[in-house]
């Protein structure tokens, strides 16, 4: 696995309040790496060091490799939370201005605005102002001057806030395209529902301090709460009586006329197939399914601290 | 081309496409024409017709007074001054000159109108109850006309400043007039353009922009970029102005007062002689004559326009990077223009300080307020300037360059201090800043 980004024990104090405590993360070349946490963690404290906005107290960052530098910044594209262009000014020139900040060739960037322009439907815009735009016009842009320098490294804070469901799969669509053509992505957000379906890895940043880095399959398997569910006809006493001491009833329920739906909890030691072994010879067994995390669950269980409903809630698992 | 540069000329150009700089570089020398075109004619308007009622109670000795080019007096035998003002409304007389008796012992004469007589017509009448006052005492000291007219001296003092090195030189007060508008317009530029680079600073930060283009340039590269580009609109501005003013200036004196312009000098040619023949004329002459560009003693031609233009735009462009860095810290400290009032008054109290030592200075070019204002960057550009005008002697030159060094020094150093908080406060929202609060930025490290 190629690293592109390495963050080295990173700490950041502001002048009472530390805002990273010696974070260390890696993210891999060509992945979709999502960084998680609550407000105020100290997310976009990291994302403006990787964006050298404002440098570590301690730590280093490299960037393939290399220590970061201000000629990195060519290669890094950076979508801000807070985000908004100049609301005077023509889309065009705006996100040429944008373009040649990062680095590109006037013509360059002309032609490569030209070519998303075209491929967003969005012509038409050239040479209107951003106030005469609705804001998800205004986001399509902002995307657009962000990808437009091809970086090797995309970090997008939270960026389908603003859109509309069919310009977010638009936008999700090209974040995965760039992921496939080698582009390395971060991505910040809150919304747990997109962190499954796009990220390949997460960092999970809480009170300043990483807790909790993986392949998002990984971490799932380390958080999962050991619980499967069975549906089964036959006898809830048989069922019960059935299981030895190497599991546990978490809750049962009657579906259907001698069919039952039934969570078990299997305790270290034991597994699914002791489990089955158990059951056969008393019941008849229809399904047996394994009760996964929702990265959302794993997030609230990790900030909070608190796992009690883990078990019962994960139903669509 | 740097990033910097494709800052400075996005700042710039956006600035100079807008329709509201075009409207203000055509109005601006427009308003100034208009003014000195205004003022010009205004001295023009004394061809008015004034029928003057005399009402004499000082026993006869006024009857003789001469007429004006545009004045008459008149003449009604026995009439009161409560008669006079009780009919002066409905009269046709549009002026009544009351000579109260004891007017030979200094009382006050009194002038009532209708309409406000021109200065030259006020100045004329003086004249002319002067002489026949004079002639009326000459009877009384049994004094001929001819000895008094051999004996009337007078004199205006000759002001020469003596300078060290030997070098004589006049002070007048139309260098320290010409000086304090060099100050005004120091202090004008730097107002309006700081603010301009406030007024930005809010906006890049209100438009949440600022994050996305600090990610590619440095924050003080921004700053740096966008006080340099609306400098250079100053300047810009400052150049058209300066062209079109002297255009419009000059088209409206050829095309529009041409005649007047005639005929003026032919009446101060005639006035002068008239003048010259009364027995005790007093001085009537424009203070400044537009007309005569040509004569040396001109006031435009006695100043060292190559160096007062150069001084000038070092002390707006020192005077300007020195303040707009901290209109600029001012502006990203805040969340919208209404904020910006607390910060704002002590960034403008010196400036206003200055504006009002400017005033004084006139007056009293020596003071040590004037020295201390000219050497400390926060007034020097607006009152060193001044300074010059009037005239420094070789032996002030040190302050000249010590004031230079300084305002150097000033601006770097306000720079630095700006630099440090706006980093730390266009990334700042939703905050209420006190001092406290931008003190605590001041001493982030990156």
């Known amino acids: 696995m190629d690293t592109l980004l390495d963050v080295k024990s990173v700490s950041k104090w502001y002048v009472n309040y530390k805002a990273l405590n010696n974070v260390s993360l890696q993210v891999p070349k060509g992945s979709i790496f999502g ?34 530098k201000q000629k990195h ?68 842009i902002q995307f657009v001057v962000t990808v437009v320098h091809e970086p090797e490294l995309l970090i997008l804070d939270e960026p389908f806030s603003g859109f509309d469901p069919i310009n977010t799969n638009l936008i999700k669509d090209e974040i995965m ?28 940043i809480n009170k300043s301090e990483k807790i909790l880095e993986g392949p998002v399959a990984d971490i799932k398997e380390q958080h999962k709460p050991h619980i499967f569910k069975l549906t089964f006809k036959g006898n809830m006493i048989k069922f019960t009586n059935a299981l030895w001491t190497g599991f546990e009833l978490v809750d049962h329920k009657e579906i259907g006329e001698n069919t039952f739906e039934a969570k078990v909890k299997i305790k270290e030691n034991s597994t699914p197939n002791d489990l089955l072994g158990a059951l056969i010879p008393n019941v008849e ?23 009690e409903n883990v078990e019962l809630e994960n139903e669509e698992a | 081309m740097g990033k910097i540069g494709l800052i400075i000329q996005r700042e710039y150009l956006t600035r100079v496409k807008k329709k509201s700089f075009l409207l203000m570089t055509i109005l601006g020398p427009l308003l100034l024409a208009g003014v000195v075109a205004l003022v010009a004619y205004l001295g023009f308007q004394d061809d008015k017709e004034y029928d003057i009622l005399v009402v004499d109670d000082s026993g006869g000795a006024f009857k003789s007074m001469e007429n004006g080019e545009n004045f008459t007096f008149h003449y009604i035998d ?68 001819a000895d008094y007219k051999r004996i009337k001296t007078e004199f205006s003092l000759t002001m020469i400043k003596f300078t060290e090195s030997g070098e004589e030189e006049t002070v007048t ?100 002689t008239e003048l010259s023949k009364q027995t005790a004329p007093k001085q009537i002459q424009a203070d400044v004559d537009f007309s005569d560009l040509t004569n040396p003693n001109h006031i435009v031609n006695r100043i060292n326009w190559p160096l007062m233009l150069s001084l000038f735009l070092f002390y707006f462009i020192g005077g300007y990077l020195l303040y707009s860095a901290l209109f600029a810290a001012i502006g990203s400290a805040v969340d919208n223009d209404t904020d910006t009032q607390q910060f704002m008054l002590p960034v403008t109290a010196p400036l206003i300080v200055a504006y009002f030592i400017a005033f004084t200075l006139m007056e009293n070019p020596e003071s040590d307020a004037a020295f201390w204002a000219s050497l400390i960057p926060f007034t020097s550009p607006i009152i060193m300037i001044e300074r010059v005008a009037i005239g420094l002697s070789p032996n002030e030159y040190w302050e000249l360059g010590l004031s230079m060094v300084l305002l150097v020094l000033g601006f770097i150093f306000t720079t630095w201090l700006a630099g440090k908080i706006y980093r730390t406060g266009v990334l700042m929202y939703g905050k209420k800043v006190n001092y406290k609060e931008l003190w605590k930025w001041i001493r982030y490290h990156d």
């Open chain 2, 78 to 145: 026995g009439l009161g001054i409560e008669e006079a003002k009780d009919s002066f409304k409905d009269s046709e007389y549009s002026v009544i000159l009351h000579l109260p008796d004891g007017i030979l012992a200094q009382k006050r004469p009194i002038l009532y109108f209708k309409e406000q007589p021109s200065m030259s017509v006020e100045k004329s009448i003086e004249a002319r109850i002067e002489n026949l006052v004079e002639r009326e005492k000459l009877k009384l000291y049994d004094i001929s006309y």
């Open chain 1, 35 to 68: 960084l998680l946490g609550p407000n105020g963690a100290g997310k976009t404290t990291l994302i403006r060091i990787i964006n050298q906005i404002t440098a570590p107290d301690e730590g280093e960052i490299l960037f393939n490799g290399e220590s970061l």
């Open chain 2, 173 to 272: 007060r139309e260098k320290a007039l010409v000086g304090f508008f060099f100050g005004l317009a120091v202090y004008l530029f730097i107002f309006l353009y700081g603010v301009q680079v406030m007024r930005g600073v809010i906006e890049e930060k209100n438009n949440r922009i600022v994050e996305v283009i600090i990610s590619s340039v440095k924050p003080f590269q921004l700053m740096m970029g966008k006080i340099v580009g609306i400098a250079l609109v100053g300047l810009t501005q400052f150049v058209l102005w300066i062209v079109l003013s002297f255009t419009f200036i000059t088209v409206t004196q050829q095309v529009l007062f041409q005649d007047k312009m005639e005929s003026l000098a032919q009446q101060q040619v005639q006035k002068s």
């Open chain 1, 285 to 307: 067994i229809h399904s047996m399914n394994e009760i996964m995390p929702t990265m959302n669950e794993i997030f609230i269980q990790q900030v909070t601290g608190k796992n």
């Open chain 1, 73 to 140: 910044i060519a290669q890094i594209g950076y979508l801000p939370e807070e985000r908004g262009l100049y609301s005077k000014m023509k889309v065009g020139e705006q996100a040429l201005y944008l373009a040649q900040l990062k680095g590109m060739p006037k013509a360059e960037a002309m032609e490569k605005l030209k070519k998303w322009f075209i491929k967003f439907g969005i012509e038409e815009w050239w040479n209107k102002k951003i106030e005469e735009l609705s804001k998800g016009m205004a986001q399509k």
């Open chain 1, 177 to 204: 395209k760039l992921r496939d053509n080698g582009t390395t992505v971060i991505f910040s957000t809150h919304n747990m529902g997109s962190v499954e379906e796009i990220c390949d890895r997460i960092a999970l």
